[in-house]
T-cell receptor, first 110, second 116 residues
Framework: DAKTTQPNSMESNEEEPVHLPCNHSTISGTDYIHWYRQLPSQGPEYVIHGLTSNVNNRMASLAIAEDRKSSTLILHRATLRDAAVYYCILKETSGSRLTFGEGTQLTVNP | EAEVAQSPRYKITEKSQAVAFWCDPISGHATLYWYRQILGQGPELLVQFQDESVVDDSQLPKDRFSAERLKGVDSTLKIQPAELGDSAMYLC??????????????FGPGTRLLVL
């Protein structure tokens, strides 16, 4: 499985935007970029995914570099409820396996 | 909103005892996953079912772990005998269609196991 690299931790203030980076320099042409997050004492939850183009949904936006070697998850207005571990995962088109790294622990300050 | 159910939420057992975890996926989801999450790490896939068949159990320690999904709906993960190193969160997830680029896995709340 192709590997991703994320910062161990990041901090943000409430109601400010948050940009969570992910490097995936060995990404293959058929890998999709998925983001999940895990709130304290809960199972992971899906956030967003994309291939080449930037993506938006009600939770977040995903900005993908033109060479696809990196991506950024954008939370437009962080809330206290967004404090979680965020995982960037490369998923093969034809496979089901999600290979989680250690993720980024996001702290949101009031 | 439909959710993945797991029980028990917490389990304390002694070394060498048997433990079992139960998972009920979202109705209609053919694919079911069991993950193990050690504190401070991301989840690791143990086994994947497609209906009642095992698709991937390459990371399952088969000498002590077993998993079944007899009728292709709910599933049980068993550890016998439990070891101290098995202390972890055991997560169940399900998805509607496996192997597609947009496949979303829905996770349950997990069972936290402590082996003494």
């Amino acid at each position: 499985d192709a590997k991703t690299t994320q910062p161990n931790s990041m901090e943000s203030n409430e109601e400010e935007p948050v940009h969570l980076p992910c490097n995936h320099s060995t990404i293959s042409g058929t890998d999709y970029i998925h983001w999940y997050r895990q709130l304290p004492s809960q199972g992971p939850e899906y956030v967003i995914h994309g291939l080449t183009s930037n993506v938006n949904n009600r939770m977040a936006s995903l900005a993908i570099a033109e060479d696809r070697k990196s991506s950024t998850l954008i939370l437009h207005r962080a809330t206290l409820r967004d404090a979680a571990v965020y995982y960037c995962i490369l998923k093969e088109t034809s496979g089901s396996r999600l290979t989680f790294g250690e993720g980024t622990q996001l702290t949101v300050n009031p | 909103e439909a959710e993945v159910a797991q029980s028990p939420r917490y389990k304390i057992t002694e070394k060498s005892q048997a433990v079992a975890f139960w998972c009920d996926p979202i109705s209609g989801h053919a694919t079911l996953y069991w993950y193990r999450q050690i504190l401070g790490q991301g989840p690791e896939l143990l086994v994947q079912f497609q209906d009642e068949s095992v698709v991937d159990d390459s990371q399952l320690p088969k000498d002590r772990f077993s998993a079944e999904r007899l009728k292709g709906v709910d599933s049980t993960l068993k550890i016998q005998p439990a070891e101290l190193g098995d202390s972890a969160m055991y997560l169940c997830a399900s998805s509607l269609v496996a192997g597609t680029y947009g496949e979303t896995q829905y996770f349950g709340p997990g069972t936290r196991l402590l082996v003494l």
